[in-house]
């Protein structure tokens, strides 16, 4: 694999084609008034497919001014999976016309079968890159995500900022960020957004921003395929959740910062550092992304009386207080299953290990949100 980068991309009054040797494909340098691309080739990307959804609430674009850091002072990346989006070159060319449009200077990384968005972060990185944008789905985002707090993890203070462009199904730390589905508002969010610092969860070698799940949940990740969630969207998870109705419990053994250990019963069991599945829905409603703190949440039993009262309480009342479920908070979690059971991680399923031995990272990874979203949590 060749270490040589791709050219950077300043907005300048003449427009000529390079060619990348990371990805092989022709890229422009354009001036602002070029707003779309021509269609570019690209290279066969790891597998990430799926239409980008909007937030439920309508967003507003922030002006350029409120900005928190000058972009000019900073070395920006963007980092894409070229399947992701409802049209690969058409999800490259709105995200690339709207940083043109912006006056924005960056560099451009498609993602490979060989070379994952985590990989290629970590080598711009290297490089000096100083904000990253991370385009795609769940898994490019997650191993994006990954590849920065690996690159950055003996810093004392990020000096990484990643932005979000979700081109996903599901795009849940985009929701959970308050980042737009709509590709161009999500480039108006990194360009002009703010800074919030969020704690990572630390799970063998693999970090997660949202969490991670054994048993009922991790059956939901991989019962759903690509090719449900790239035609249903979220509604094949609720499919592949209807037919884990009655599931048999599983025995788990819980020591919460090496105090005495706790053994409870049940049918699943998240470690969360967000809580938020979108709009008003919390599965764990007192999970905050900066608080220091990771949510453990035991889902004792999964019938359809249970889940239909659990939505209600989620969204009108306090799901703390139902007796389907358990909730607790610890900086250290170790867990043992009985029997071993399968892991997810953000959304990925990964190897099982045991016992499973889960810790925060407080203040682990600098992220761009809309302005005064960091206010909601």
């Known amino acids: 694999m060749s270490d040589e980068k791709p050219q950077r991309k300043p907005c300048t009054p003449k427009t000529r084609a390079t060619k990348s040797a990371a990805t092989g494909s022709a890229t422009k340098k354009a001036t602002p008034k070029k707003a779309v691309p021509k269609k570019v080739e690209t290279q066969t990307p790891a597998a990430q497919t799926g239409a980008p959804e909007s937030t439920p609430e309508e967003f507003s674009a922030p002006p350029l001014e409120s900005q928190r850091v000058p972009l000019e002072t900073a070395r920006c990346v963007v ?14 060319a709105t995200i690339e016309s709207g940083l043109q449009s912006r006056a924005v200077e960056y560099e451009l990384r498609e993602t490979q079968l ?15 890159a100083t904000l990253i944008l991370a385009c795609g789905g769940d898994g490019t985002v997650m191993s994006i995500v990954n590849g920065i707090a690996r690159a950055t993890q003996e810093q004392a203070e ?24 709509d590709t161009d508002d999500a480039v108006a ?23 991670l799940g054994l048993g009922l949940t991790e059956r ?31 025995n788990f053994t819980l020591t919460l910062d090496n105090k005495k250990p706790h053994r409870k019963s049940g049918v699943a069991l998240v470690v969360a550092n967000a809580g938020e599945i979108g709009g008003k ?3 764990a409603p007192d999970a905050r992304m900066d608080d220091g703190l990771l949510d ?31 909730f607790y908070q610890a900086r250290r979690i170790e867990i043992d299953s009985d029997p071993p059971l399968d892991l997810q991680i953000d959304g990925e399923e990964v190897d099982q290990r ?23 949590g």
Not at 79 to 92: C, H, M, Q, T, Y
Not at 118 to 128: K, L, S
Not at 304 to 324: E, H, N
């Open 79 to 92: 980092i894409l999976n070229p399947k992701s989006g409802s049209s690969g070159a058409e999800f490259r």
């Open 189 to 211: 969010v990194a360009v002009a957004g703010e800074d919030r610092i969020i704690d990572l969860g630390k799970c063998g070698d693999d970090y997660f921003a949202l969490g």
């Open 220 to 250: 939901l990740v991989s019962g759903t395929s690509a090719r449900q969630k790239e035609k249903f969207g979220r509604a094949a998870y609720a499919w592949a959740m209807l037919r884990e109705l009655g599931a048999r419990p599983h």
């Open 296 to 326: 453990v949440c035991v889902l004792r039993r999964f019938y359809f009386r249970d889940v239909i009262r659990m939505i209600i309480r989620t969204l009108f009342g306090d799901v703390r207080r139902d007796r389907a479920v358990a």
């Open 158 to 181: 990020p000096a990484v900022t990643l932005s979000i462009i979700p081109g996903g199904t599901a795009n849940l730390l985009a929701t959970a960020l308050k980042i737009p589905g």
């Open 354 to 376: 045991k016992p499973l031995i889960v810790e925060v990272v407080p203040q682990a990874l600098q992220v761009r949100v809309p302005m005064n979203a960091k206010d909601e």
């Open 114 to 128: 060989d070379l994952s968005g985590g990989e290629i972060a970590a080598q711009e990185i290297a490089a000096g």
């Open 281 to 283: 829905m919390k599965f």
